[in-house]
């Protein structure tokens, strides 16, 4: 549970007060109310709060020394302007970026998001059991939100079920753009894609230079096939045992299936597997729907020319009687979130700030007067 503590310094900062989860200090606004940690990672702790100006429950996450790593710093300030713009019932929301004492020194964020009770991961790890109409409606939830996120020009490229929240009424949330792009820019992607490889398309696997919206449609497909049999379908222990894998269960490529590869050693490496058909996915996934198995066919496509989009995936006859296009409209402003890699930590800090006030308007003079 959350305790309360006295300032770490000694000094009681005027609308701040102190709580200690996980032996973690959080130095939040007085408006919440800090109730029990429930996540933590690399970045940091997450606790479940109230705010008490609304009574609505909401989840705190404090990102510790952020810009003590500069490619976190950036993944941070990405999220926040990814997430202010973003307003759809299947992306997570983001209520609040709290404003730091010291503008010119502060070191942990701490933002706001919706309250959710769990995420997929832990969901297929559990023994509830899921129906087909369970599986559906995750599928089609994580479509929809998707679709909207590639309208505004968007890859997630992190999809995975860890990162896909989900409410006890079985609602579901894409979270974490970290990794999000609009456009490839020019980093490499594959030397700061450092999450786990099973999720991760052909494409990048392959080093290939161009990608797109496809990528998140492969990984959707690798995490309906988890929905559907309990377990990853390609856990790779590393980036070639994972092509292996995908060979083994979708069958050798032939010539035309590999015109996307513009890495001719990669190429070579494809051809050099011994053949084999593949293996059928009805014998992988049994009890699953004929029609559900249609589709994550045309999702695990090798080449992501040939795999199917979100939009014809919410088309698709398994999706049939859920998906009404003329009540879930394509975002209408395309996003641009591409940012300098090699920005210094001030201008990181000041951008940081920038996403801040959008929150806090009235700091605007508090701000103003400390630039001062």
């Not at 305790?3 to 973690?24: I, L």
């Not at 010291?102 to 129906?131: A, C, G």
């Not at 394509?330 to 700030?353: F, K, Y």
């Amino acid at each position: 549970m959350a305790t309360y503590v006295e300032p770490p310094n000694g000094f009681r900062q005027a609308g701040k007060h102190y709580y200690t989860m996980w032996q973690t200090v959080f130095e939040i606004d007085t408006k919440y109310i800090p109730i029990k940690p429930i996540g933590r990672g690399a970045y940091g702790v997450v606790c479940s709060s109230i705010n008490r100006e609304t009574n609505e429950k909401v989840a705190i996450k404090k990102i510790n020394n952020v810009f003590g790593n500069p490619t976190d710093a950036v993944r941070t300030l990405r999220e926040l302007k990814l997430l202010r713009h973003i307003r759809h019932e299947n992306v997570i929301g983001l209520k609040d970026v709290m404003f730091p004492i010291s503008r010119n020194s502060f070191k942990d964020v701490y933002l706001v998001y919706e309250l959710m009770d769990t995420d997929l991961h832990h969901i297929i790890k559990s023994s509830q059991p899921l129906s087909n109409d369970h599986c559906k409606f995750f599928l089609y939830q994580l479509l929809l939100g998707l679709r909207y996120l590639h309208s505004a020009n968007v890859l997630h490229r992190d999809l995975k079920p860890g990162n896909l929240l989900v409410n006890a009424n079985c609602e579901l949330k894409i979270c974490d753009f970290g990794l999000a792009r609009t456009s490839q820019g020019s980093e490499q992607f594959m030397t700061e894609y450092v999450v786990t490889r099973w999720y991760r398309a052909p494409e990048l696997l392959l080093c290939c230079d161009n990608y797109g919206t496809s990528i998140d449609v492969w990984s959707v497909g690798c995490i309906f096939a988890e929905i559907l049999g309990r377990k990853p379908l390609f856990p790779g222990t590393e980036c070639l045992n994972q092509l292996k894998l995908i060979i083994n269960i979708l069958g050798s490529q032939t010539e035309n299936n590999l015109g996307f590869i513009d890495n001719m050693k990669a190429r070579r490496f494809i051809k050099s597997l011994p053949f084999t058909r593949g293996i059928n996915l009805s014998s992988l996934y049994p009890m699953a729907d004929p029609l559900a198995l249609d589709l994550l066919k045309r999702m695990l496509v090798f080449d992501p020319t040939k795999r199917i989009t979100v939009t014809e995936a919410l088309h698709h006859p398994y999706m049939a009687g859920l998906f009404d296009p003329s009540k879930n409209p394509p975002a209408s402003v395309p996003i641009n979130l591409d940012l300098d890699e090699n920005m210094s930590e001030d201008v990181i800090r000041e951008e940081m700030l920038k996403e801040m006030l959008h929150y806090h308007p009235e700091a605007n003079a508090y701000a103003m007067g400390v630039q001062r």
